[in-house]
C-alpha cells in the first residue's frame, strides 16, 4: 500500500511540474490594455454628440421655462377675468340697488296712488249708494202756495221719489199779520191721516187749509205765514219729517219759501194772541 500511495505523489508531482513548463507567459501574466490618442475624426463626433446632448438638455430647459411662463400668463389672465368679473358684479350689485330704491320709490308713488283712487271709488260707490237708496223711495215736496180761494188756502203736496209716500201726520201753523187787526196765529195737528202720493207732478194732492171768516187774509197789508211738518212713509221702511214755511203777500201772490224758527215771546203779557177755536 505505501508503494502506490508513492507512486501516485510521485505522478502528480511530475503532472504539476510538466503543466508549469507547457503554459506561456501570457497565462501566467495579466494582459496590459494598450491606449491609442483619439483620432480628429472621434473627436468630431464625441463634440457633435455633447452638442447635441447639451442642445437637447437647452430645449428641455426652454420647453420648461416656456410652459412656467405659459401657466404664468394663464394664472395672470385668469387672475385679470376674476378682477373683471368682480368689477362687473359689483357694478351690477350697484345698477341693481339704484333700481330697488327707483322701485321702491315708484311702488310709494303707486301705492299713494292707489289708496287715493280706493278712497275716489269707495266715495263714488258710497254717493251712488245714496243715489240708488233716495232714487228708490218716496220724496215729498211742498209746492208753491196758490192763492187762496174763498177762506181756503192750497198747498200741493208733490212727490219726486220713485216709491209711493203715505202722509201718516201733518202739524200745521198759519200766522197772520195784518196792521188793521191783531196778530193771528192758527195751529193744528192731524194724525192717522195715511194719504197715499203717488211720483209725478199730475198726482199731487192738495193740502187745503180752511181760514175762519172773522180773520181777513184778502187785506191789501196782509202777510201770510204758512209753516209746519209733514211725516210720511218712504217706502223705505222709515218716516221722514219733511218741514215746510210759505210766504205769501197780496204783493207776492204765488208765494215764496221762508225759514221756520223757534219763537220765544216775552210780550206775551203785553200782547194778547187772538186763538181761533
Given amino acids: 500500500m505505501r508503494r502506490y500511495s ?18 506561456p507567459a501570457e497565462c501566467v501574466q495579466p494582459k496590459q490594455r494598450i491606449v491609442r490618442p483619439d483620432s480628429p475624426a472621434d473627436t468630431k463626433q464625441r463634440q457633435e454628440e455633447e452638442n447635441k ?21 394663464q ?42 283712487t280706493l278712497l275716489v271709488v269707495r266715495r263714488q260707490a ?19 202756495l196758490q192763492k187762496p180761494i174763498g177762506h181756503q188756502i192750497r198747498l200741493p203736496v ?4 220713485q216709491f209711493d209716500g203715505k202722509i201718516t201726520s201733518i202739524d200745521t201753523k198759519i200766522k197772520v199779520l195784518n196792521p188793521t187787526q191783531q196778530e193771528v196765529i192758527l195751529s193744528k195737528f192731524e ?31 196782509t202777510h201770510l205765514t204758512v209753516s209746519g211738518t209733514i211725516k210720511y212713509e218712504t217706502g223705505m221702511k222709515d218716516v221722514e ?15 215764496e219759501d221762508c225759514y221756520s224758527a ?6 206775551e203779557t203785553e200782547n194778547q194772541k187772538q186763538q181761533a177755536p
Fill in 262 to 267: 223757534i219763537e220765544i215771546d216775552f210780550t
Fill in 75 to 116: 394664472m395672470a389672465e385668469k387672475a385679470k377675468s376674476e378682477i373683471e368679473e368682480s368689477q362687473q358684479n359689483i357694478a351690477i350689485q350697484r345698477e341693481l340697488a339704484g333700481y330697488t330704491k327707483d322701485l321702491i320709490v315708484v311702488g310709494a308713488v303707486e301705492g299713494l296712488i292707489l289708496f287715493g
Fill in 191 to 221: 194724525d192717522n191721516i195715511e194719504r197715499v202720493v203717488i211720483p209725478g207732478d199730475a198726482n199731487a194732492v192738495s193740502l187745503a187749509l180752511n181760514i175762519p171768516n172773522n180773520v181777513d187774509i184778502f187785506g191789501q197789508n
Fill in 6 to 23: 508513492f507512486i501516485a505523489g510521485s505522478l502528480v508531482l511530475v503532472a504539476m511540474a510538466v503543466c508549469v513548463w507547457a503554459v
Fill in 53 to 73: 446632448k447639451q442642445a437637447a438638455q437647452n430645449a428641455a430647459i426652454q420647453d420648461l421655462v416656456n410652459k412656467e411662463i405659459q401657466i404664468q400668463q
Fill in 241 to 255: 219729517t219733511l218741514p215746510f214755511c210759505k210766504f205769501f203777500s197780496a204783493k207776492n201772490p204765488r208765494g
Fill in 126 to 144: 258710497k254717493l251712488i249708494k245714496q243715489q240708488t237708496i233716495i232714487s228708490h223711495r218716496a220724496r215729498l215736496v211742498v209746492g208753491e
Fill in 158 to 161: 208733490e212727490n219726486y221719489g
